[in-house]
């Protein structure tokens, strides 16, 4: 059974960055594909970027594309989120997850975080 615990979210202007983490225990981190989705205020949580187990391989929503940058740490069970020139409309939970297929799809991750908020002001 893996734990994901995120961290680092908060309040920022526009224009600004935060790096959030997902710490994981309690399971073998490295086999697990992994992912980011956010779940904006009244609206269904969404595909934000995921990396391939070797962190070798990433992807992420068009909307983030060359602002955001997903990477993981095996060695120390971490992934992380840097996220730079953040827009309001970024607003949002963000939620870790890990499972067996990497896909954009909530329903393939096994495990989740509780979520850290972020939020933007303009």
């Known amino acids: 059974q893996v734990q994901l615990v995120e961290s680092g979210g908060g309040l920022v202007q526009a224009g600004g960055s935060l790096r959030l983490s997902c710490a994981g225990s309690?399971?073998?981190?490295?086999?697990?594909?992994m992912a980011w989705f956010r779940q904006p205020p009244g609206k269904e949580r969404e595909f934000v970027a995921r990396?391939?187990?070797?962190?070798?391989?990433?992807d992420y929503r068009d909307s983030v594309k060359g602002r955001f940058t997903i990477s993981r740490d095996n060695a120390k069970n971490t992934m992380y989120l840097q996220m730079n020139s953040l827009k309001p409309e970024d607003t949002a939970v963000y939620f870790c997850?890990?499972?067996?297929?990497?896909?954009?799809?909530?329903?393939?991750?096994?495990?989740w975080g509780r979520g850290t908020q972020v939020t933007v002001s303009s």
């Open positions: 990396i391939s187990t070797d962190g070798r391989t990433t």
């Open positions: 309690g399971g073998t981190f490295r086999i697990y594909a």
């Open positions: 997850a890990a499972g067996g297929l990497s896909s954009w799809n909530t329903g393939h991750y096994t495990y």
